[in-house]
């Protein structure tokens, strides 16, 4: 009987560490699972992500650097938009339409209807031009007018053709100078039956054209 009870108390002496062993067993493991699941996560995806955007060196360099950047470049782009879109107008003005006026209008297509009415458009750009290198040159008038009433210079204003009623062809190309600018180089300011200055430019079957 008593060696009955000694090999109970000895058996249960055994047991208790080993069940110790058992059932911290599973918490060990739980452990070292949740230590290795910490350690994956610091090189996942999420926790790297988090740290570089809210508290790493890297985040604090880039994320307030690209919004500011990004502004700074969106200022740049629209001043830019802006130059252009300014420059753009300021070109179209220089290229298009000169500055003229409506007595210059009607003064030259009137002298075109004084001076060759019915000659070919050609001819017309030509008259109309000595009138526009005349308005530029320092020995004459500085205006349309002025140049076509210098006295003793178009005969047009002299024998009454001047108030000729002007076809459209006469508007148009008056028109066209005016917006466009002389289609003869500059120094030609002469234009006559014959020839004057001191040199020949071009010869038309109606006029010389002279510098």
């Not at 055994?14 to 949740?34: F, G, K, T």
């Given at each position: 009987?008593?060696?009955?009870?000694?090999?109970?108390?000895?058996?249960?002496?055994?047991?208790?560490?080993?069940?110790a062993?058992?059932?911290l067993a599973?918490?060990?493991?739980?452990?070292?699972?949740?230590?290795?699941?910490?350690?994956?996560?610091?090189?996942?995806?999420?926790?790297?992500?988090?740290?570089?955007a809210?508290?790493?060196?890297?985040?604090?360099?880039?994320?307030p650097g690209?919004?500011?950047e990004d502004?700074?470049?969106?200022?740049?782009?629209?001043?830019?938009?802006?130059?252009?879109?300014?420059?753009?107008?300021?070109?179209?003005?220089?290229?298009?339409?000169?500055?003229?006026?409506?007595?210059?209008?009607?003064v030259?297509?009137?002298?075109?209807?004084?001076?060759?009415?019915?000659?070919?458009?050609?001819e017309q750009?030509?008259?109309?031009?000595?009138?526009?290198?005349?308005?530029?040159?320092?020995?004459?008038?500085?205006?349309?007018?002025?140049?076509?009433?210098?006295?003793?210079?178009?005969?047009?204003?002299?024998?009454?053709?001047?108030?000729?009623?002007?076809?459209?062809?006469n508007?148009?190309?008056?028109?066209?100078?005016?917006?466009?600018?002389?289609?003869?180089?500059?120094?030609?300011?002469?234009?006559?039956?014959?020839?004057?200055?001191?040199?020949?430019?071009?010869k038309?079957?109606?006029?010389y054209?002279?510098?």
């Amino acid at each position: 009987m008593l060696k009955i009870m000694l090999k109970k108390v000895i058996g249960i002496m055994c047991a208790v560490p080993l069940l110790a062993v058992l059932s911290l067993a599973p918490v060990r493991i739980l452990a070292e699972e949740a230590e290795s699941g910490i350690s994956a996560g610091e090189w996942g995806d999420g926790s790297a992500d988090q740290e570089d955007a809210l508290s790493g060196p890297a985040g604090e360099a880039s994320v307030p650097g690209r919004a500011a950047e990004d502004s700074v470049s969106g200022e740049e782009r629209s001043e830019g938009m802006a130059d252009g879109s300014a420059a753009g107008s300021a070109g179209e003005g220089e290229a298009g339409t000169l500055s003229y006026t409506e007595d210059d209008l009607y003064v030259m297509a009137h002298v075109l209807a004084g001076e060759c009415q019915s000659y070919p458009d050609e001819e017309q750009l030509y008259v109309g031009s000595v009138v526009l290198n005349r308005k530029n040159h320092p020995s004459f008038p500085d205006t349309v007018r002025g140049v076509v009433f210098q006295k003793g210079q178009y005969t047009c204003t002299r024998d009454g053709n001047y108030y000729r009623e002007p076809t459209g062809r006469n508007w148009e190309n008056a028109r066209r100078l005016l917006e466009s600018g002389s289609v003869l180089p500059g120094h030609v300011i002469w234009q006559s039956g014959r020839r004057q200055g001191r040199g020949v430019y071009i010869k038309t079957r109606w006029h010389y054209y002279c510098y």
